[in-house]
C-alpha cells in the first residue's frame, strides 16, 4: 500500500496477509478459526452502528468503508442494517471467499448496498474515495506503521465522518487471555494470529487519532460472556472498540 505522503510506504503486511488468506475458506464457519470474530461480531455492528452518522452526507443512506474485511463478515451485518458497504482487502483470498458467500445468501430486501474490491486503503485515498464512515475492526495491531495507517482511514472520511476502531490493548491481561490463551490453551484462533507485541493502547490509538485530526466520540470494553456472547463494558484492558469523528 502507498499513502500520500510516500509512494515507497506499505501498511499492508505479506506476512499478515498470507496468514489470513490461508483461512479465507473457512471464515465462515462459526465453528472455525475464526469463531471468536463471529461471536463478537453482533456486538461490534451494534456498536458501531450507534455511532456512525445516521444518514449519508450526499444520499439518505451511509456510505461505509470496511477496511481489512476478510470474507465479509463484518461488512454483510453493516449491509443488512442498512448501509452502502464497500469491502476492502488486500488478501485476494478474502475477496474471492467474500464475493463466493454473498453471491449464495444474498442480502434480504431493504437492507444496503454491498461491494467488495481487492486493494489497500492508500490506493483509495490516493484515488480520491470518500466515505461517511469507515470501519476498521482488528486490523490496526496487524499493520506496518499505524500511524500512518490511522492518517490514511482520516483521509478516506468526509467532513464530519465516523472512524470505528476495534482492537487489542497490550496489557498482561491480553497477552495471557488473547494470545496465550485464546492462540495456545484453547485453541480459539490459530497459532501466530496476533503478535502481542503489536497491540495498541487506548492512549496510542488516541495519539494516532489526533495526529490524523480525529476526535474521540466514544470507547468501550468488549468481554466475552460464559454464555459465549460478547457485552460492551467498562473494562479496556483486553479487546475494545472506539469511535472517533473528523474534524
Avoid at 475477496?95 to 490506493?123: F, M, N, Q, V, W
Wanted: contains cysteine; hydrophobic residues 40%; charged residues 20%.
Amino acid at each position: 500500500m502507498t499513502t500520500s505522503s510516500s509512494d515507497s510506504f506499505s501498511s499492508v503486511a505479506p506476512d499478515e496477509i498470507s496468514r489470513f488468506s490461508a483461512l479465507a475458506e473457512k471464515w465462515w464457519d462459526p465453528r472455525g478459526p475464526m469463531r471468536p470474530l463471529h461471536a463478537m461480531n453482533p456486538l461490534r455492528i451494534s456498536w458501531a452502528c450507534r455511532h456512525i452518522p445516521v444518514q449519508g452526507r450526499h444520499s439518505r443512506r451511509v456510505s461505509a468503508l470496511d477496511i481489512g474485511c476478510g470474507a465479509g463478515l463484518a461488512s454483510e451485518a453493516l449491509a443488512k442494517t442498512g448501509h452502502n458497504v464497500t469491502g476492502l482487502d488486500a488478501s485476494a483470498n478474502g475477496i474471492a471467499a467474500a464475493r463466493k458467500h454473498l453471491e449464495t445468501y444474498p442480502l434480504p430486501r431493504g437492507a444496503g448496498s454491498l461491494s467488495y474490491r481487492e486493494g489497500s486503503a492508500e490506493e483509495l485515498a490516493k484515488e480520491g474515495a470518500k466515505f461517511d464512515a469507515v470501519i476498521a475492526f482488528e486490523i490496526i495491531e496487524h499493520v506496518t506503521d499505524p500511524t500512518a495507517f490511522m492518517a490514511t482511514l482520516s483521509q478516506l472520511l468526509e467532513p464530519g465522518g465516523t472512524l470505528i476502531v476495534s482492537t487489542m490493548n497490550r496489557t498482561l491481561s491480553s497477552l495471557a487471555v488473547g494470545k496465550i490463551g485464546a492462540e495456545y490453551l484453547l485453541r480459539l484462533l490459530p497459532t501466530g494470529t496476533h503478535t502481542w507485541k503489536k497491540f495498541v493502547t487506548p492512549a496510542e490509538l488516541g495519539r494516532y487519532a489526533r495526529a490524523a485530526g480525529l476526535t474521540i466520540e466514544a470507547i468501550a470494553g468488549m468481554s466475552p460472556t460464559i454464555t459465549g456472547d460478547w457485552k460492551e463494558s467498562r473494562n479496556l484492558s483486553i479487546n475494545y472498540i472506539a469511535a472517533f469523528r473528523k474534524l
